[in-house]
């Protein structure tokens, strides 16, 4: 059975290239009517940030991407690494004592030391078989003997065997192979107890019955450690693929924090970087997501998912269920692709297109609540939105364009002033329009129609400005739908009131 993982460490907020990651294991694994398993890996105490794990799976909520086992359910939890250490206690004895990891006893301080002396003579100071038996661990004998006393204390590193190609295979890349030498000696329990990365990383895999392993290309690195410890533990190792990178828009590098909307201090384009806001808990700042842009969830994923994946073809609108039913790892290149802002702007617009129009009253409703407007007719509101969605990318857009639907205009007095002349005559005008208002049917297109052509010939104006006058008066400027449409949608006691406001304020 397909299993996959998503396996993130709250460190931070969750990034879209993380969310890529969380996207393309939960495509593969609904194709294949597999399991998508959410796992925390915290053992990092140093940078764990509590509010990480809430943005996490906040923004996968909002994607809707439903872990099938994680946190809350699933029979092969705990699903956070901090719960797990006396899992892991049994796997660190065997490899103790099969010598494949042992005690080293440097501080932090020692390393540096170290470091800085290589780095003073050229060269770069590897933890490994060229170097372990001149320094502070259980594999050389003076420190051996130390092993009772200072374990507490020390951390336990993998014994990486000398002079060894290590081959791997990445379902992308085929073999690749690696000498070990070039490799550290990785600490697989830190000082303070707590197991890293590597070691939880593929005892949480095997035991949880991980079948394929996608995750990001900067992982690549730690491939051979992780083949190792498969050997080393007689297991099986999954199926690996390291998904390409996503590029900044400039096409160099990739797409990181450096590239947020909230600060351009790195002299680089700002894009949304987050799903969903995040609220740093440290410097105190608010850095909005995709959401509080106005992004549709299933755009978001329909662009992230071209990010390194494309099924042939001229298709690119592609819904969550779409994507499912399509998504093949065979499809899956290569090539890094470069962020594209304005193409994020141009699926969203296609999606807002294609939703319903009840879905997007529904949005549109939400949106007006939100700004605590209020508006009951759902029959009138679909047709505003079936006039206007056209011209409009974002949810947000639709309430832009067509506000003066939902609450009085703001009069501007230089603008009216510059674009009504006679003033005398044009309150004359609105005055007769209101009278005319209260005696008839304002929905009988063809005598409203009848009526203003008279009241302009009487007036000696043209229609045109006639239309001007009334359109400052329900929208405020000489923009909006079309001027019947408006007075049809508007309650007969708004325009009047609207008109009636114009009239007092030419005064």
Known sequence: ????????????????????????????????????????????????????EHHLLNSLKWCG???????????????????????????????????????????????????????????LFIYNSLTRSKLKNSLNEFYFKQVKTKKKHATIRLKVPASTTIKVNDILRGNIYINSNSLDDKVLVKSDGNVTYHLA?????????????????????SFPILQLLYNFLNWKMPNFLHLPLILNPFGKGKLSKRNSNHSNQFNVPNVP???????????????????????????????????????????????????????????????????????????????????????????VKRSLKEKKISFNNDQKLQKIILRIRSQCTFVYQ?????????????????????????????????FLIIEWLKNNDKNNLSLLKHFFYKLAINKKINISYLFQILRISLVGKLIGLDLYFIIKILKKKDLMKRILNLIFFLN
């Open 273 to 363: 970087i987050f799903p969903v806001k995040w609220k740093d808990p440290i410097k105190l700042t608010t850095i909005l997501g995709y959401r509080e842009l106005g992004y549709l969830p299933e755009a978001l994923l329909n662009m992230l998912a071209f990010f390194g994946w494309n099924p042939g073809g001229n298709k690119e609108i592609f819904s969550l269920k779409e994507l499912i039913s399509t998504f093949s790892l065979k499809d899956i290149n290569l090539n890094s692709a470069r962020f594209d802002k304005e193409k994020i702007k141009w699926i969203n617009h296609r999606h807002l297109q294609c939703k319903s129009v009840s879905d997007l009253t529904r949005l």
């Open 65 to 123: 991407i439903t872990p099938d086992e994680g946190p809350d359910n699933g029979k092969y939890g705990p699903y956070r690494q901090s719960k797990r250490k006396h899992i892991y206690k049994k796997y660190i004895k065997y490899l103790l004592k099969n010598e494949y990891a042992y005690y080293a006893f440097e501080t932090k301080d020692d390393l540096n030391k170290i470091r800085n002396e290589y780095k003073e003579k050229g060269k």
């Open 1 to 52: 059975m397909i299993r996959v993982r998503f396996a993130p460490s709250p460190t931070g907020p969750l990034h879209i290239g993380n969310l890529r990651t969380a996207l393309f294991n939960y495509l593969f694994a609904k194709k294949n009517k597999g399991s998508f398993i959410l796992r925390f890996e915290d053992t990092d105490k140093e940078r764990f940030i509590k509010k990480s």
């Open 398 to 430: 639709i309430i832009e364009k067509s506000i003066y639907f939902f609450k009085p205009p703001s009069l501007n007095q230089t603008y009216i002033r510059k674009v009504l002349l006679n003033q005398k005559r044009n309150k004359k005008i609105l």
């Open 201 to 221: 990383n593929v005892i949480d895999d095997h035991l949880m019955k991980i079948s394929h392993v996608i995750k990001g290309e900067e992982w690549i690195s």
